[in-house]
């Protein structure tokens, strides 16, 4: 199996919108459940989101209806949907597949 690689991060202004993207090889993704953890500054790490290989997806209650997980498996790759962004968002996030894990990627939200 492929380290999943994330991307997508960056700076954005509270109210905006980020879209972040995860790649990871095909037959192993598709079989295993994906997402996105965060770990904020001083913080413990979270899960965001996630979405198991039948495609019932997870939230946290802090994103719901804000965040949205999709996925292609084709491709092998997972996508957070980050909308109405807030300050307290800012984290390095991290994808997994299965117990694979990304290097993480940095979102910023100023207010």
């Known amino acids: 199996q492929v380290q999943p690689v994330e991307s997508g991060g960056g700076l954005v202004q509270a109210g905006g919108s980020l879209r972040l993207s995860c790649a990871a090889s095909?037959?192993?993704?598709?079989?295993?459940?994906k997402g996105w953890h965060r770990r904020a500054p001083g913080k413990q790490r979270e899960l965001v989101a996630s979405m198991t290989s039948g495609g019932s997806s997870n939230y946290a209650e802090s994103v719901k209806g804000r965040f949205t997980i999709s996925r292609d498996n084709a491709k092998g790759m997972v996508f957070l949907q980050m909308n109405s962004l807030k300050p307290e968002d800012t984290a390095v996030y991290y994808c997994f597949v299965g117990n694979l894990w990304g290097q993480g990627t940095q979102v910023t939200v100023s207010s």
């Open positions: 095909g037959s192993f993704f598709s079989r295993n459940t």
